[in-house]
T-cell receptor, first 114, second 109 residues
Framework: DGGITQSPKYLFRKEGQNVTLSCEQN?????MYWYRQDPGQGLRLIYY???????QKGDIAEGYSVSREKKESFPLTVTSAQKNPTAFYLC?????????????FGSGTRLTVV | DAKTTQPNSMESNEEEPVHLPCNHS???????IHWYRQLPSQGPEYVIH???SNVNNRMASLAIAEDRKSSTLILHRATLRDAAVYYC??????????FGKGTLLTVNP
């Protein structure tokens, strides 16, 4: 079945460490996205990519980095510069343009700084 | 980005219809209206979307006002599995969907 796989489901990080969250899709979607969700809040866009080797900052990109070397993969690195990284991270993908298509979301990675 | 306004929470009884409202008075002519729902600790799930005409699918119906400044998601017979946070979102040609806090729907048995 086609879908999006995020791993790991739970991740613990020590302060000062960088961590990378994995996102893989087999839907042949061109666009991919990373969102952050804090308790009781909506989703906030971190980065998005419309095509391979291209990505744009979202609303809260500071302290995060991404790469898009393959169509299927869009990993997110949470760097030590991110001051409050504990959150629920969601990856999504969509066909070209969101006008007449929906997003497909992964099941998320819960990151905790210890 | 155009914004949407939804009630923070709503309550319904099982097997009764539910009407979830959304206001989007600054919607542009090319913005689609999307609805997603999210269960605790899961990613959002696509529910339905539309542009101008009312839409139906196996999950729900979407009623769009003639002036497109508001819309209503209709769950015809709520079940306990429909309890979730429902997001009304406007999607344009910029590849981005902006999620607000949504409406927390509680379904009583």
């Amino acid at each position: 079945d086609g879908g999006i796989t995020q791993s790991p489901k739970y991740l613990f990080r020590k302060e000062g460490q960088n961590v990378t969250l994995s996102c893989e899709q087999n839907l042949n979607h061109d666009a991919m996205y990373w969102y952050r969700q804090d308790p009781g809040q909506g989703l906030r866009l971190i980065y998005y990519s419309q095509i391979v080797n291209d990505f744009q900052k979202g609303d809260i990109a500071e302290g995060y980095s991404v790469s898009r070397e393959k169509k299927e993969s869009f990993p997110l690195t949470v760097t030590s510069a991110q001051k409050n990284p504990t959150a629920f991270y969601l990856c999504a993908s969509s066909p070209p343009g969101t006008e007449d298509y929906g997003y497909t979301f992964g099941s998320g990675t819960r990151l905790t700084v210890v | 980005d155009a914004k949407t306004t939804q009630p923070n929470s709503m309550e319904s009884n099982e097997e009764e219809p539910v009407h979830l409202p959304c206001n989007h008075s600054t919607i542009s002519g090319t913005d689609y209206i999307h609805w997603y729902r999210q269960l605790p600790s899961q990613g959002p799930e696509y529910v339905i979307h539309g542009l101008t005409s009312n839409v139906n699918n196996r999950m729900a119906s979407l009623a769009i006002a003639e002036d497109r400044k508001s819309s209503t998601l209709i769950l015809h017979r709520a079940t306990l599995r429909d309890a979730a946070v429902y997001y009304c979102i406007l999607g344009g040609s910029n590849y981005k969907l902006t999620f607000g806090k949504g409406t927390l729907l509680t379904v009583n048995p």
